[in-house]
């Protein structure tokens, strides 16, 4: 059942009545306590420097960061990579992993896991091209890092759901496997709450977002105003015990989306707190 406008603000106000009660000082996200985290993914801010997204984050109590090669070219020296983590940490912001890195060569697949571990991530967020990915299950095992496949929904040929990336991974080292952006999959015509609960030991990273209709022509939007059933995402998301990050990607009104992604991450949150048991 989705959440009705006047739950959910009842919900939000719960939230902040339980926080000016019960936590003296700095507020803790509403989200603590849960086995998964929630976070932005970077490209969300592709039109908008470190600063900004940083800033962003904070105001938002948001402490995780899928890191985009704008924010941290992969060429970054050591000491601009140390620079990079010092004003994370100055934002009380982790960067989780990298990513969504395209990779059409064993060269770009080299220089991806390189950069990886300069950054010091175990996660990398990867588009392969299918034909390279037994060289990507031989530097999983080199580096021993996960790699979460982006699942693209029908705007290109590869990786458009869950399933594909199933298929594909399957009968591989067990460290290569998905991330679940829900709303490319449900554009698809896929339920994310089902391929979830299907595939959850593949599941790396999530991309959160709403979209309008399960078809190529659906568009995303702000999370609680379209079709993806968020209660019971939550729901699943405990169920199948997910520890990873939970990061909104916002990819409408990008020019200026600060509004939107507010409203996101507000209501995933309150949906987070109205279905604890």
Known sequence: ??????????????????????????????????????????????KFDLDKTLETLKALDVHYLCIKDFHLPMNSTDAEIAAFHAKLKAHDVT?????PIYMRSEEEIDKAFDYAKRVGVKLIVGVPNPELLPYVEKKVKEYDFKYAIHLHGPDIKIYPDADDVWNHT????????????????TRNGKDPVAD????????????????????????????GRGIIDFPAMVRMIRRVGYTGVCSLEHERNMDNPFMGIAESIGYFRGVIETTKE
Do not use: N
């Open 95 to 99: 960067g989780y992993a990298v990513g």
């Open 170 to 185: 399957k009968d591989l080292d067990p460290r290569i496997g998905m991330c679940l952006d829900i709303g490319h999959d």
């Open 196 to 223: 979830l609960e299907k595939y959850h030991s593949r599941v790396f990273d999530m991309h959160i977002k709403d979209v309008t209709a399960p078809v190529k022509a659906g568009y995303s939007l702000e999370v």
């Open 1 to 46: 059942m989705k959440l009705t406008a006047l739950t959910f603000l009842l919900a939000i106000a719960t939230i902040v009545c339980k926080a000016q009660e019960t936590r003296p000082g700095p507020q803790l996200p509403p989200e603590t306590g849960e086995q998964f985290k929630v976070g932005i993914a970077g490209y969300t801010f592709v």
